[in-house]
């Protein structure tokens, strides 16, 4: 069996991320790449990468942690890279991020020479280093999946008021069901106190005693 050993590791979006080496290249456990995505479980990556099999195969592998307990599927930059541009999740515009600054890329720095040390009284005094200061990193232009992502939110909203404006009272029904359908999966897949709260918070003020009326 296969074993892969850990090289460092990084925190992106409150996630601490294992980046593992292997032959020369580097690697992300399907379980870290679930917890950026924000999913429950590592299975969604592996349902990801079920649908997407013939593309991510090559880009994929499954390998032991250090020798240790069972093997685990893990994907290199470009699985990693593909993966996020499929996702809508905040998660993933973090992670592009990352990537785009060499985050998985393997530190490879030659080793450091010995210097030959010479007697204290022969050592030339220096004067003290000058203070350089910091640069700061110029701010990226707008992300182009985050645009698309609320150019899609504002499109569903017009148009759920749009149908509202001519349906009745029987569509009205259906809707509303497939969109609670909608709230459970979501709430299934990858839980969201937030939206919990907010759907709790509706269905007090239209439906239940002293709500608006």
């Known amino acids: 069996m296969t074993d892969i050993e850990l090289l460092f590791t990084s925190v992106v979006y409150s996630i601490t991320l294992r980046v593992l080496g292997l032959g020369g290249r580097s690697f992300m456990t399907a379980e870290d790449l679930a917890a950026v995505l924000e999913y429950r479980t590592a299975g969604s990556i592996t349902t990801v990468f ?13 390998a032991r942690i250090d020798g240790v307990g069972h093997a ?31 985050g998985m890329k393997i530190d490879q720095q030659p080793p450091v020479p010995e210097v030959e040390t010479l007697p204290v009284e022969d050592v030339e005094l220096l004067p003290p280093p ?12 707008p992300d182009p999946m985050q645009q698309l992502l609320e150019r899609e939110k504002a499109y569903c909203r017009d148009l759920v008021k749009t149908f509202l404006r001519y349906c009745e009272s029987e ?6 069901g497939m969109i609670d359908g909608q709230i459970d999966h979501l709430l299934e897949t990858r839980y969201c106190p937030g939206l919990n709260a907010a759907r709790y918070e509706l269905y007090r003020k239209y439906w239940m005693q002293g709500g608006a009326q």
């Not at 930059?77 to 593909?82: I, K, S």
Request: contains cysteine; charged residues 25%; glycine residues 6%.
């Open 72 to 102: 685990v599927r893990l994907f290199d930059e470009a699985g990693v890279r593909y993966i996020c541009q499929y996702s809508k999740r905040p998660g993933a515009i973090h992670l592009l991020q990352w990537l785009d600054a060499g």
């Open 130 to 141: 000058r203070h350089v200061p910091s640069l700061r990193l110029v701010p990226r232009g």
């Open 171 to 176: 569509e009205v029904d259906k809707l509303t």
């Open 50 to 62: 079920s649908r997407h099999r013939t593309a991510l195969e090559p880009l994929s592998i499954k």
